[in-house]
């Protein structure tokens, strides 16, 4: 069974810092794709920056400049350091992969909650 399991949520004041980590554990024999998705209440899940298993990265233009994604593949992990934090980053953020175990599929972590106050 696949798990991803997302830690480094919560509360910062606007301009603050924080640092989600999203580590994958079960029975996997191949990472793809990694990323990291939001949902704000009312509004549909984006994408935030997602990065292939060669260093290969995309950003919303929204965090260009400010989140910075980065994986370490013997560890099976994905982070997300994200600086200059906005209420409008307000979200719960979600950590993706593209695994395979007997087929290719995605996966989906919990969710962490991130709330910027201004």
């Known amino acids: 069974q696949v798990q991803l399991v997302e830690s480094g949520g919560g509360l910062v004041q606007a301009g603050g810092s924080l640092r989600l980590s999203c580590i994958v554990s079960g029975s996997i024999f191949s990472i793809n794709g990694m990323g990291w998705y939001r949902q704000a209440p009312g509004k549909q899940r984006e994408l935030v920056g997602s990065?292939?298993?060669?260093?290969?990265?995309v950003y919303a233009d929204s965090v260009k400049g400010r989140f910075t994604i980065s994986r370490d593949n013997a560890k099976n992990t994905v982070y997300l350091q994200m600086n200059s934090l906005k209420p409008e980053d307000t979200a719960v953020y979600y950590c993706?992969?593209?695994?395979?175990?007997?087929?290719?599929?995605?996966?989906w972590g919990q969710g962490t909650q991130v709330t910027v106050s201004s």
């Open positions: 990065i292939t298993v060669g260093g290969k990265i």
């Open positions: 993706n992969a593209r695994i395979f175990v007997r087929i290719w599929a995605d996966y």
